[in-house]
Each structure stands twice: as structure tokens, then as C-alpha cells.
């Protein structure tokens, strides 16, 4: 159990997990988070990386430091992705263990687990069976952070606890059309639809494929209850245990702010990804979590996000 005056480092505080993480930690008291821009600290570099963290001497690190995209970004810069996940989650886990940090959260993806995976998705299926091509390099690099964790856990008796949410979206989310998740980048596709005064809009794939989607300050509020509590598993799944298929979560923005644009999918099968994704988090469930923040109120948060930083303010009622 930590208190309010005890020294966390956060590594990406600037992306959309880890910018929800700070947000609850300083709204519930924390008083002593350690947090550094990718500018002033190469989290690649493992000797600076060590420095740092024998310099700031936190008792507690989470990992929500990370290459991430959407499936495009994922099956075009495999190199990246894998180079780029495994050196940071490796620097920081290492540099934890060298200076004597017990306690980490290390935050990694619903996509690690196989493509043809049995549903809903448990921990234990880890593993199984061959991962989803387009994104098997991001999901190896987060299998190896997962398996770093156990294997320091079992051979040192330290505690770091891997975190595995499925799909986020909320407020800071990226919608680059090129680099984003489907769901941030389908806000904006609807978005500039409407500004362009289009009749329609074409996307990838079939928009038959299932996805389980979770506001992230659920993600960041699982974060924090677990960072508190002891526990015996070190892989736990976080989600909503709600799905919906592409097309039924298009439907879910375009009522919002894109009424009367036709909706066109290319029918490429590639682009669909892995056909059904939802987690069981009955392990979650049986520690006492369980998510705060429903599907239409985190929508109504990130519209109004979305449009307050585009400078095209629109308040969404539901």
C-alpha cells in the first residue's frame, strides 16, 4: 500500500493511458510523481534511462511508455514497433530491478493474445496460438515485457504486475488518419466529412469484426487500484466486457456527428485484423475492480475533447 507522499515515476505521461494516469494521481493526492518528456530522456537509451532513475530513486514505476498505432501504422512500420517497445520496456524493467525497485505496473495490450484466440480472452490463453499478423511485432515486443516481469518476479521476488487492457479511446487520443486506432481515427474521418460537406466516406475492411473498447480512465483507474493492492496473479486483463462490431461502433459517432453521411467499407478482409477480441477479467473482477465510466458517457468526454482542441467546440448531449 503507498501513501500519498511516496515517489512514483510515470513514464509516457504525455500519451493517452499514461496522460489519464496523471490526471487520477494528482486528482486523488499523490504528491510526488516523477514524470520527464521523451525530448529530455530517450527512454531507448538504456545507460541515461538508469541514470535517471538511480538519480530520482522512485519506489515505484509505471510503464505507460510506448510505440503505439492502429493497424495500419502497425503492419507498415513492423521495425519500429518492435525495436522501439522492447528497448524502452526493457531499459525501464531492468533499471527498476538494478535499483532496488520492488514495485512496477508495466501496461501492455488485448492484442498480445492469439488471432483465433477462444472468447472471451483469458489469461491463460496467452500464448496458444499464432498472433494477428498485422500487428505481431508491437504484440511480441509486449509478450517479452510480460514474460521480463515474470521472470524477474520469479527469480528476484520482485512485483511487477502486467496490466493488459483492450482497445482505449478517450480525451489527448491521437487521430493522425495515418498512425491512430480505428476508433479515434473514425471520429476524425466523420469529423472532416462533415467540415468538407461530404455525402460519404469509404473505410477499411468489412466493419464485421468485433471490438471491446474502454474509456481510458477506467485503464488509469485499474492502474492505481492495483498499484495498491497486493496480488498473486502478475498478468491481469483490463476491459469493459462489452463488444460491438466496427460498423455498430460507426453508427454509435455518425449519430453523434455525422447524421445523413453514407457509409462505404472497402471489404479488404486484411484490414479487418483479428475477427473478435474481448477479455475476461474475471481475475480483475475478483479483486474488487470493476470500470467506473460507461461506453456513452466516455464518448460524450472525447467528442467534447475532440472538438474543444480542434477549435470547433461542439458540446455533445446525450
Known amino acids: 500500500m503507498l501513501n500519498k507522499n511516496t515517489k512514483i515515476f510515470l513514464a509516457g505521461h504525455n500519451g493517452l493511458v499514461g496522460g489519464a494516469i496523471l490526471k487520477q494521481l494528482i486528482n486523488r493526492g499523490y504528491k510526488n510523481i516523477i514524470t520527464i518528456s521523451k525530448k529530455k530522456l530517450d527512454l531507448r537509451d538504456q545507460k541515461k534511462v538508469f541514470n535517471f532513475i538511480k538519480a530520482k530513486k522512485p519506489k ?3 510503464i505507460a511508455a ?6 495500419a501504422a502497425n503492419n507498415t512500420f513492423k521495425a519500429d514497433f518492435i525495436y522501439n517497445n522492447t528497448a524502452i520496456q526493457n531499459n525501464l524493467i531492468h533499471s527498476a530491478f538494478l535499483n532496488g525497485i520492488k514495485n512496477l505496473i508495466f501496461l501492455g495490450s488485448s492484442c498480445v493474445y492469439p488471432r483465433q484466440c477462444k472468447q472471451p480472452i483469458k489469461e491463460e490463453y496467452l500464448l496458444t496460438g499464432p498472433l494477428e499478423k498485422t500487428n505481431e511485432p508491437y504484440a511480441i515486443a509486449k509478450i517479452a515485457g510480460i514474460k521480463m516481469c515474470e521472470s524477474y518476479n520469479y527469480q528476484h521476488n520482485t512485483n511487477y ?3 493488459m487492457p483492450c482497445n482505449a479511446f478517450g480525451p489527448n487520443d491521437n487521430y493522425d488518419l495515418l498512425t491512430s486506432h480505428f476508433f479515434p481515427a473514425l471520429i476524425r474521418r466523420l469529423s472532416d466529412a462533415v467540415n468538407n460537406k461530404k455525402k460519404s466516406i469509404k473505410l477499411w475492411g468489412t466493419g464485421k469484426a468485433k471490438r471491446e473498447l474502454i474509456y481510458v480512465d477506467n485503464i488509469a483507474d485499474a492502474c492505481i487500484f492495483f498499484m495498491n493492492k497486493k496480488v498473486k496473479h502478475s498478468l491481469i486483463n483490463i476491459g469493459s466486457e462489452e463488444e460491438s462490431s466496427i460498423k455498430q461502433f460507426v453508427e454509435k459517432v455518425r449519430n453523434k456527428i455525422g447524421k445523413g453521411i453514407q457509409i462505404e467499407f472497402d471489404n479488404n478482409k486484411e484490414m479487418d485484423g483479428t475477427p473478435r477480441k474481448i477479455l475476461d477479467c474475471s481475475i480483475a473482477r ?3 475492480w ?3 465510466i460507461s ?3 466516455g464518448l460524450e468526454l472525447t467528442l467534447n ?3 474543444k482542441r480542434k477549435g470547433n467546440f461542439r458540446k455533445i448531449k446525450f
Open 60 to 62: 515505484f514505476i509505471i
Open 66 to 71: 510506448a510505440s503505439v498505432g492502429g493497424i
Open 161 to 163: 504486475l502486467c496490466i
Open 286 to 288: 475478483s479483486y474488487g
Open 290 to 292: 470493476k470500470k467506473k
Open 295 to 297: 461506453f456513452n458517457i
Open 305 to 307: 475533447d475532440f472538438f
